[in-house]
């Protein structure tokens, strides 16, 4: 099974509101990451948890705020979004080992911020 | 500095035309090369890793190969349902993802 999954699958929220993504995975993997993509661009990577820890934050605003409460959960918690942050989230999952780490994404919440 | 280019960007065949799709790539210390599937609205779909330069792996009418510098994405007969964007993401500190193919099969 190389299933991840992401709730909820839509999500509209206004400018002032505070939300959150979720994402699952049950393969036993140690490393789990968020990502923001626009229509048609390539996933660009936000967050990376390995082993519970955020080891990499690539300079996202602090209006999302990640959470990892287990190794095989994933939270995004967002708040004061701007509407330029409308875009596909993805949640992906890897097994953190030292090779060519294959990377499983969930299927994505569509966000849109009013 | 990393880079990864596609090519091309967009590609129409029709169904059976067989075809390939080029990733070219300049990674220091490659572990390895991802090759998914994108359907619009939805996750990249895993389609294959390769490690190493002369390593071919195949899926039903997919066969993706790799050398030194890049790495091949060929088609065979393929069918309107392999209509989507394939992405090329070779890894070498960390992912960097290509801007995609979009492949669409007309019946």
């Known amino acids: 099974d190389t299933e991840v999954t992401q709730t909820p699958k839509h999500l509209v929220m206004g400018m002032t509101n505070k939300k959150s993504l979720k994402c699952e995975q049950h393969?036993?993997?140690?490393?789990m990451y968020w990502y923001k993509q626009k229509a048609k661009k390539p996933p660009e990577l936000m967050f990376v948890y390995s082993y519970e820890k955020l080891s990499i934050n690539e300079s996202v605003p602090s209006r999302f705020s990640p959470e990892c409460p287990n190794s095989s959960l994933l939270n995004l918690h967002l708040h004061a979004l701007q509407p330029e942050d409308s875009a596909l989230y993805l949640c992906?999952?890897?097994?953190?080992?030292?090779?060519?780490?294959?990377?499983?994404f969930g299927p994505g919440t569509r966000l849109t911020v009013l | 500095e990393d880079q990864v280019t596609q090519s091309p960007e967009a590609l129409r065949l029709q169904e059976g035309e067989s075809s390939s799709l080029n990733c070219s790539y300049t990674v220091s210390g490659l572990r390895g090369l991802f090759w998914y599937r994108q359907d619009p609205g939805k996750g990249p779909e895993f389609l294959f890793t390769?490690?190493?330069a002369g390593e071919e792996k195949e899926k039903e009418r997919l066969k993706a190969t790799l050398t030194k510098k890049e790495s091949f994405l060929h088609i065979t007969a393929p069918k309107p349902e392999d209509s989507a964007t394939y992405l090329c993401?070779?890894?070498?500190?960390?992912?960097?993802f290509g801007q995609g193919t979009e492949l669409s099969v007309k019946p």
């Open positions: 993401v070779p890894q070498g500190g960390k992912l960097i």
């Open positions: 393969m036993g993997h140690r490393a």
């Open positions: 390769l490690y190493s």
């Open positions: 992906a999952s890897s097994q953190a080992d030292r090779k060519a780490d294959t990377q499983y």
